[in-house]
């Protein structure tokens, strides 16, 4: 889809979205000019904002939110006063008798919510992370720093990531013997998962996934499920050959796709210090490190990452 359509489209759908908000609440009594209320949410949320954060939050122009902000000024539900340190800038911040006000409706506000969770859910049950991620995306310019790549990129059009099947179970010991011996030793645990996948992954809630590029496998990774709420990256290998093609990247993303489509809370992983490349690419995805965790099943040295899926 053309950039300049999809982000015309997003736009109108969250015009939308505030409206029929705005609508709701004025069929209850309560009558909020319907970009009142986000502003509103954002100094509950955030504290003390300037106009111009307000404006850029809420992608509305300067005199827009200006006129928001007076609007909420003369009905005593905000507070605004020049900067200490900056006489250049205004902030805004929400009074006693404003707070009072949005109680009143936090419980429409909440059944709002509720209901909208409801109909994304019905969409797909991975759109809030997804939108997470655009909105991430979107805040670090990434289409730019991307497209140089993008313009050049051919083989990924004929990769494919697929789900465990049996007849590329051997590529799955195959790739992860390969990285596992350039760089450390196999170990017992690695040959428990290795030879077993099926047993150790695949009957225990998770999967495996694997990456084809012209039919021929590349790339593997597995999401165990370690309890109802928290599943594991592991055991994700590209061969060398094809690495650079940002197929860990998709292997990676399927994963996390994964995990969402099944109402896990957090994805972690543990990988070596060593392997600069790989923490990189788990960083962008939103991974943190988590000091002070071991993983006792492994001699070799890891560091601990988790991808917190529900904020």
Same mark, same amino acid.
């Given at each position: 889809?053309?950039?300049?359509?999809?982000?015309?489209?997003?736009?109108?759908?969250?015009?939308?979205? =505030?409206?029929?908000?705005?609508?709701?609440?004025?069929?209850?009594?309560?009558?909020?000019?319907?970009?009142?209320?986000?502003?509103?949410?954002?100094?509950?949320?955030?504290?003390?904002?300037?106009?111009?954060?307000?404006?850029?939050?809420?992608?509305?122009?300067?005199?827009?939110?200006?006129?928001?902000?007076?609007?909420l000024a003369a009905k005593g539900f905000i507070s605004v006063k020049k900067s200490k340190t900056d006489k250049r800038k205004t902030l805004v911040e929400i009074?006693?008798?404003?707070?009072? *006000?949005?109680?009143?409706?936090?419980?429409?506000? *909440?059944?709002?919510?509720?209901? !909208?969770?409801?109909? =994304?859910?019905?969409?797909?049950?991975?759109?809030?992370?997804?939108?997470?991620?655009?909105?991430?995306?979107?805040?670090?310019?990434?289409?730019?720093?991307?497209?140089? *790549?993008? !313009?050049?990129?051919?083989?990924?059009?004929?990769? #494919?990531? =697929?789900?465990?099947?049996?007849?590329?179970?051997?590529?799955?010991?195959?790739?992860?013997?390969?990285?596992?011996?350039?760089?450390?030793?196999?170990?017992?645990?690695?040959?428990?998962?290795?030879?077993?996948?099926? #047993?150790?992954?695949? %009957? $225990?809630?998770?999967?495996?996934?694997?990456?084809? !590029?012209?039919?021929?496998?590349?790339?593997?990774?597995?999401?165990? $499920?370690?309890?109802?709420?928290?599943?594991?990256?592991?055991?994700?290998?590209?061969?060398?050959?094809?690495?650079?093609?940002?197929?860990?990247?998709?292997?990676a993303l399927t994963s996390i796709g994964f995990a969402v489509d099944n109402n896990a809370e957090r994805l972690v992983l543990s990988t070596n210090v060593k392997?600069?490349?790989?923490? %990189?690419?788990?960083?962008?995805?939103?991974?943190?490190?988590?000091?002070?965790?071991?993983?006792?099943?492994?001699?070799?040295?890891?560091?601990?990452?988790?991808?917190? !899926?529900?904020?």
């Amino acid at each position: 889809m053309n950039s300049f359509l999809f982000g015309h489209k997003l736009k109108k759908i969250g015009e939308e979205l =505030i409206s029929q908000t705005s609508q709701i609440l004025n069929n209850t009594g309560s009558k909020w000019d319907k970009r009142s209320i986000p502003v509103l949410i954002t100094l509950i949320e955030n504290g003390v904002s300037s106009i111009n954060e307000l404006a850029s939050s809420h992608g509305m122009t300067h005199p827009a939110i200006v006129q928001v902000v007076n609007k909420l000024a003369a009905k005593g539900f905000i507070s605004v006063k020049k900067s200490k340190t900056d006489k250049r800038k205004t902030l805004v911040e929400i009074s006693k008798k404003g707070r009072a *006000e949005m109680n009143k409706i936090d419980p429409i506000i *909440e059944r709002i919510g509720e209901s !909208l969770n409801d109909v =994304i859910n019905l969409i797909d049950s991975s759109l809030p992370y997804s939108i997470k991620k655009l909105e991430k995306a979107v805040r670090e310019r990434l289409l730019l720093k991307t497209i140089s *790549e993008k !313009l050049g990129e051919s083989a990924s059009k004929e990769l #494919r990531i =697929i789900p465990f099947d049996k007849k590329y179970k051997v590529h799955f010991r195959r790739l992860n013997y390969e990285w596992l011996k350039k760089y450390f030793v196999v170990e017992d645990e690695d040959e428990r998962i290795l030879n077993n996948p099926e #047993r150790e992954i695949i %009957n $225990k809630g998770g999967e495996i996934f694997f990456a084809l !590029l012209k039919d021929k496998v590349v790339g593997t990774v597995a999401v165990c $499920k370690l309890n109802p709420s928290t599943y594991e990256l592991s055991k994700m290998a590209v061969t060398e050959e094809v690495q650079g093609k940002q197929i860990g990247k998709k292997l990676a993303l399927t994963s996390i796709g994964f995990a969402v489509d099944n109402n896990a809370e957090r994805l972690v992983l543990s990988t070596n210090v060593k392997l600069t490349a790989a923490i %990189n690419l788990y960083k962008s995805l939103g991974f943190e490190i988590v000091p002070n965790v071991d993983d006792y099943r492994y001699k070799r040295e890891l560091i601990y990452m988790e991808l917190n !899926l529900v904020e």
